[in-house]
T-cell receptor, first 117, second 112 residues
Framework: GAGVSQSPSNKVTEKGKDVELRCDPI?????LYWYRQRLGQGLEFLIY????????KSGLPSDRFSAERTGESVSTLTIQRTQQEDSAVYLC???????????????FGPGTRLTVL | AQSVSQHNHHVILSEAASLELGCNYS??????LFWYVQYPGQHLQLLLK??????LVKGIKGFEAEFIKSKFSFNLRKPSVQWSDTAEYFC??????????FGQGTTLQVKP
C-alpha cells in the first residue's frame, strides 16, 4: 500500500479482555516500530523490529504486552488482560531500515484508539 | 537515558505572529533530530529533520529549526503562522538503536 495502515481504527473493550492490534507497514520497509500515545502525553516507544534481528522490547510496559512480526510484513501487538491504564492511541511506524546511525524517516500509521472500560 | 523536553505545552498565537517552540534533548553523542506534526484528524508526519551538516534546517510549510549542539537544543521556528498550522508538534531524537524518543508535544492553536 501507499502508507502504513493499522486496524482496527477504534477498539473498545472491557477490562480483563485480550486485544490484538494490527499494523501493515510500507512494502519494503524492514524496520517497524510500535508507540503508545496516552491522552495529554507524548509518544512512548514500545517495541522495534529490524529485519531478522531480535526485537527491541525495552519499551513494553509489562508482560501483558507482546508483539510479533511475520518476516518483514505485518505486525500484531497483543495486550492481554487489558487494564484501564492501557487506554491510548497505539501508533505503528515503519522505515526502510533502522540500522544504527543510518538515517531513515519513520512513516506513521493512523493509529488504533483503544478504550478499556 | 536519552530524553527530550518540550517546554511549551500549549501555545496560542494570532495569525501572522512568529512561532518558536523549544526542544532540548539529553544525549552526548551524535544525534539525529526531528520535528513531527500531527494536524487534527491526520497521521503524524515529518516536518523536518537534522542529520548532519548545516545546523539550520528547513522543512515543509515554511518551518525551520536550528540545531545548537552546545545547548542540546533543536528549536522549531516559523516567522508567520497561519490558522492551518494549528496542530500538535513533537520533537524527537533518534536513539543509537534507531527508535525515536519523543517529547511531550506542544499543542499550537492559531487564532484567525
Amino acid at each position: 500500500g501507499a502508507g502504513v495502515s493499522q486496524s482496527p481504527s477504534n477498539k473498545v473493550t472491557e477490562k480483563g479482555k485480550d486485544v490484538e492490534l494490527r499494523c501493515d507497514p510500507i512494502s519494503g520497509h524492514t524496520a517497524l516500530y510500535w508507540y503508545r500515545q496516552r491522552l495529554g502525553q507524548g509518544l512512548e516507544f514500545l517495541i522495534y523490529f529490524q529485519g531478522n534481528s531480535a526485537p527491541d522490547k525495552s519499551g513494553l510496559p509489562s508482560d501483558r504486552f507482546s508483539a510479533e512480526r511475520t518476516g518483514e510484513s505485518v505486525s500484531t501487538l497483543t495486550i492481554q488482560r487489558t487494564q484501564q491504564e492501557d487506554s491510548a492511541v497505539y501508533l505503528c511506524a515503519s522505515s526502510l531500515s533502522g540500522l544504527t546511525r543510518y538515517y531513515n524517516e519513520q512513516f506513521f500509521g493512523p493509529g488504533t484508539r483503544l478504550t478499556v472500560l | 537515558a536519552q530524553s527530550v523536553s518540550q517546554h511549551n505545552h500549549h501555545v496560542i498565537l494570532s495569525e501572522a505572529a512568529s512561532l518558536e517552540l523549544g526542544c532540548n534533548y539529553s544525549y552526548g553523542g551524535t544525534v539525529n533530530l526531528f520535528w513531527y506534526v500531527q494536524y487534527p484528524g491526520q497521521h503524524l508526519q515529518l516536518l523536518l529533520k537534522y542529520f548532519s551538516g548545516d545546523p539550520l534546517v528547513k522543512g515543509i510549510k515554511g518551518f525551520e529549526a536550528e540545531f545548537i549542539k552546545s545547548k542540546f537544543s533543536f528549536n522549531l521556528r516559523k516567522p508567520s503562522v497561519q490558522w492551518s498550522d494549528t496542530a500538535e508538534y513533537f520533537c524527537a531524537v533518534e536513539s543509537n538503536t534507531g527508535k525515536l524518543i519523543f517529547g511531550q508535544g506542544t499543542t499550537l492553536q492559531v487564532k484567525p
